[in-house]
Structures are given as C-alpha cells and as structure tokens.
C-alpha cells in the first residue's frame, strides 16, 4: 500500500494544474476518517450473522482481532478490504470530475490516511512507546476500546467521530464489559 501511495502522490504533483487538486486529497483523507469511524463501529460491531461466510469475513476483519488483539496477524486490514474501497471512491471521483489528478488525490489522500491508521493501530497494540502526546493519548483510548468497553471509543487515529456520535467518555465513567475480547458473544 505504501508503493502506490507514494505513486499516487507523484501522480497527482505531476498532473495538478492548480492548488485546487490538493483539495480531493484532504477530501479522502476526511473520507478515510468518517469511513474508518463507521466502519468500525456499525460494520465491524454488529451482531455475528448468521451465514457462515459472512461470520467468516467479520472473524477474520475484527471479531478475531479482539480476541488476540496484540496477534499481528489480526491486526491489519487485508488488502482484499481495503483496496477495493479506495479504486472505487477513485474512479466515481473521475466520473463526478473528469480529471485525472482528482481521481490520483482522492486515493492518494485515502492512502496516506490508511497508512496512518495503519501505523496508529499498530503502535497501540504492541510494545511500542509513542513519542508525542497526541500517540500516548491515542494508544490509551484505543486500548481502552480493547480492554475496557468495545461500545466506546472507535476511532483509532482520532476521536473526532466519536465525540460527534457520543461514543467517546471518560473512560472512568465507562463500565466494564464482559464482551470487550469476545464480540461473537454479544446479543
């Protein structure tokens, strides 16, 4: 992911006519952080289904996740997932505005965000110390999501999100859940 990041970012330089084409840039860096709030929350959280693959793809997307939360093996996304989501915002974005630049940002925007999420989720899940105030906060509300309540505190690289929709507390006023680690268990 990080190659065509980079080869999105030197797409859209090269292609940009003006300073407009860094506003479909910010748009998916926007888009990543609303899609990564719902996502998580109404997508990865819901109830198990019933079909069997579809069990399998949210065990395999996040409900394993919170089973092994430091497995690194559960703790990216699939390129399958997210690949996919990003070439289609892509391509609707040059269909809307027929310009090549714009389809470039939008994904470049959408990667770097990714990247960022990516990096973010794995600093808070294993033994790495960040060095700012914003990564220490950061790490501590999302494993607070983990190990605490999962009804609460879904955004991995920032609150905002959550604060709009009042999934964000303090975490002492929070209780604890029996079903932080075990997803498949809620009702």
Known sequence: MSATAFISLIATVVLAENWVVFL??????????????????????????????????LKRLHYDHHVHPNDLERLFLPIWYSLPQMIVISIATYLLFPQLAYAFAIYAGLSVALLYYEWTHYVAHRPVQPRTKWGKWMKKIHLWHHYKNENFWFGVTNPSMDIVFG?????????????????????
Do not use: W
């Open 24 to 57: 479909p840039f910010f748009l998916g860096i926007v888009l990543y952080v609303v899609s990564e709030y719902l996502t998580h929350r109404f997508l990865f959280h819901m109830k198990p289904p019933k079909h069997p693959f579809l069990l399998s793809l």
């Open 167 to 187: 999934t964000f507390k303090e975490e002492k006023d929070v209780p604890r859940s029996e079903t932080a680690k075990q997803l498949m268990n809620k009702k």
